[in-house]
């Protein structure tokens, strides 16, 4: 059941699809306050009582015990005591723990706020057994109230829409780097990969692919043919990929600036200048993305890069990030320049400091320009986390019409609740840290329940310099990511997989990626058709194994394999905690595999440093494709053969999903094919690893 409350006239977000009726009582889970602002929603929690969601943000699976805010941030070091991330995730899920007390008046809720502005929520921060919630505006706020978790996050889905659906390629492993400067560096990472046969999908063009950072050009001198290129590379089996940025660099002569300032398509100040900040290009104009004409614009100019042939794209600093704006900046310097003669002791060193590392992403800043939503003027600030989501929404809307039968790979830093029916999203500028692998672990299945199913994090770490162990650990983990791509920023050291010594392993591991595909996909497509999370905590098929709530390191992936993944240095395995019987699969390669059984309970697991290993629950199973030697793509992998790992007491069966992989024509009643293998059969494959079907 799901009951909505009207507080105030908030602004339309656009998260909510599904047409669902007030209700006019009060909040039955939550006490309600009006405060001057917006509202506060407060409950108390019981000691075990676990709550989950709200997306992109640091931490743990179970987000108690810590303030969280919703107010997308362009801040690349994530570390524990960030509140912000690039998202604004308003929704969370309290599981009241199944203690003596009586169930019925304490259920457990899903709870979505829906506001365009600031949220605070205090999940027991303050007070370990109190959550607070504070807007910052009027809202509506949902309370869904099911009979699982599962059914918790499923009402959310069809509440707030179906999920995008990326290309079969956007499934195979991808390459990305800022540094990649011009046409030779790409071939060249191109080749490194075929000549090293490690199957690759995707390459990536970060900014240094435009002309001074402009939006929608190419670098002509670095990149003489670009549309040769992309060819070129397809025939490689290969997608470039360029990334689009938010701030419209300011240039007379630059088609994109002129004809934004003529259409009136930028965010304005109050007294109706366009706004100016500064991001790479230096100053830039802000596409009012809020504004349907500036959406439907901005939209069309991705279609020039089509036209050269790019299928996919990445949107990046939409939160929007503003390095300065032109206004604060002057004001700045000026008071830096009247202190030229001064003697600054410790309090005017400091003050000198943080004004200019305060300079970027200033909330005053976020406070002087305005949208035009169809006709209202907003101050920005009070729509800010919906910036990013309609910045991807121009481009999904734009697609549609260019290529309407194609699906186009789309993925964003900044979302919001409901951006998942555009695109995916990436976790923006990690670390090459140990932690960062956890926290990748910890964000899937927190960013599934809020719809957004394509989504992965940077392999190996964006920010700092990474170490082969980190790389091969991160790697066993991604190859369950949708979105699976090594990403680094400009100044690392090199990351591709050909730049380590043990390339042998990661060829490998990429191809067992290769070979879960059948598996991959069709969880995938269930989870997106079905409404469904595609990672979930152990709680979530465990809810009455009080331990699964405990587990904050294992995911579920799909509906037949748990995993497990080694996430510190110099581990040579890990505890794991098997919530069931189940089977323990363990690969080196797609061709060097075991499985055994192992009982319900904790197991201490050596797990080598090259090894893949997860684990099939009871009366499931799951295809692996059978790949020969030289696959270079996913368009290389043969969808008719088989080989099934899975064990029964008696026959599993598994429902999988095949299409051609890029049509928008999705037929899942025709495509869905269900097999059914005995007992005997999946022992064969068990004992010997040959069995085909
Ligand atoms: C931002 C993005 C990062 C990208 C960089 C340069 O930091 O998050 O992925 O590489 O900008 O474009």
Redesign the pocket.
Known sequence: MIYKYIYGESIETGAVVEATRECKQEVSVMQFVRTEEGIRLSCCMEPDDVVYGLGEQVRGMNKRGFTYISDAT?D?IHTECKHSLYGGHNFLILNRAQTEKVVENRPSFGLFVDTPGRVVFDVGETKYDQLTITTDGDCVVYVILGDSLKEIAKQFRQLIGPSYIAPKWAFGYQQ?R?GYACEQDIREVADNYQRCGIPLDAIYL??DYMENYKDFTVDSGRFPDFQRLVHDMKEQGIHLVP?I?AGVKIEKGYSVYEEGVQGNYFCKEEDGKDFVGAV?PGKVHFPDVLNSKAREWFGSKYEWLMEQGIDGFWN??NEPAIFYSENHLKTVLEEILSMKDENMDLHAFFHMRDQVVGLSNHPKDYQSFYHDMDGRKVRHDKVHNLYGCYMTRAAAEAFDKIAPDRRILLFS?SSYIGMHRYGGI?T??NSAWWGHLLLSIQQMPALNLCGILYTGS?IGG?GCDTTEDLMMRWMEFAIFTPLMRN?A??GTRLQELYQFEDIESFRNIVRIRYGLLPYLYSEYMKAAFQGEMYFRPLSFDYPQDSHAFQVEDQLMVGESIMIAPVYTQNARGRYVYLPEEMLMVRMKSLEEKSCRIMEKGHHYLEIALNEVVFFVRKNHMLPLAILNDSVKSTADVETSQYEWIGYADEVAEYVFYQDDGISKDYPPSREWKKVMLTKERLEENINDGAGKL
């Open positions: 362009d690349p990305s800022w970060d900014i990334i940025d790479w990046d600093m830093r990436w923006g500028d940077d964006f990403h920023a400009a």
